[in-house]
């Protein structure tokens, strides 16, 4: 039998689930029913001319997330509406924004800035990408808490023990106590699989060897448990006699010697100035790369003329180059309303 309590999970997991869980709950909440109102009126839009728009203003924050509210005011069919309108959405530019008030034909209720049809598929994208990152983790993070709990539940049964070499991959000293961190990664079923645990004053992990600068420890596998549990240096976590444990211990020290491996912080050494400043470049290179292939099939073979931040990236484009770019989109959508980067002073034809 081993001791109970000796696969922990730290609290701040649950924590932090917690503020995921409220994350992704704010984000869904707060811009899935703009981008539903939306996706109603791009069904059979109009555009009221003789709309009111109030107190329009857009903020970016982190260079790329833009947030635009207005306070919109129309009448249709003898019917004055009032409306507050917010969309978030991920663009990089710079300079004001033009846009009309759009209502649908079907609910005259919904308003909205044709800002937000045209930026419609970036809102959607956007929100997909949050909420699949955040539900992502708070998936992972139950998972991970369900198998501890899981494996916690599986101690309490007597089975079979197997040893097996683990990495510890971090520890931290908090007074008279070892918070440690290792991974299933050396030996045996290899299943990359990482748990934590906790010793108390006195007590420190059976360290067996290292592997570059990590240490190796000893553990075992209890049965089918999903999680290895980390042994203590004098094996009292496993419930067995002192003459027992004197038995194993022995061949394990004469093996370690008079000084065996510990628990000991070092420095990793990093790459050459030379080494990061190439890295740096290369980096740059490959994203200037990237944005301008991006924007050639902007130019080129985009469906829309008002690809987001496509049309951004083409008014930021050296003249010759916007030129070139604006001719291509004109041959394409040249009977439409000009986009960002190519439209003249009317804000509505061609340059």
Known sequence: MLAQGVITMPKVAYFALAIVIA??????V????????????????????????RDGKCSTRRGFFTTCEAHLKYAYNGQTYDKDVEIMF??????????????????PDLATLSLGLDMLWNRII????????????????????????????????????????????????RGKRLMVAYADKIGGRKTGRAAHTNFGPGEEPLVVGAKGDKAVALAVWHGNTALPVLLDSRLE????????????????????????????????????????????????????????????????????????????????????????????????FGDQRAPFGCVASDYTSWK
């Open 126 to 173: 956007t929100l997909a990408v949050f909420v699949a990152l955040l539900g992502g983790a708070c998936i992972a993070a139950i998972f991970q808490i369900l198998r501890v709990w899981r494996a916690r539940g599986q101690l309490r049964r007597p089975a079979q023990l197997e040893p097996v070499p683990v990495e510890i991959t971090a520890f931290q000293r």
């Open 237 to 332: 976590r496993i419930d067995i006699s002192a003459e027992e444990r004197a038995s194993i211990l022995a061949p394990l020290t004469a093996e370690l010697g008079a000084h065996p491996p510990e628990l000991i912080v070092q420095g990793k050494r990093g790459p050459s100035v030379m080494a990061r400043l190439a890295r740096g470049f290369l980096v740059i290179l490959l994203f200037i790369v990237g944005i301008f292939g991006y924007w050639v099939w902007y130019v080129t073979s985009a469906g829309s003329q008002f690809t987001s931040p496509a049309m951004d990236i083409n008014n930021m484009m050296p003249v010759p180059l916007n030129r070139w770019g604006c001719d291509q989109l004109k041959k394409r």
């Open 30 to 53: 707060y811009e899935a029913p703009g981008i539903l109102r939306d996706w109603t009126i791009s069904q059979n839009p109009i555009n009221l001319v003789d709309g009111d728009i």
């Open 23 to 28: 994350l992704t709950v704010f984000i869904t």
């Open 90 to 107: 991920v663009d990089i530019h710079a300079g004001d924004y033009d846009t009309d008030l759009v209502i649908s034909r079907d609910h």
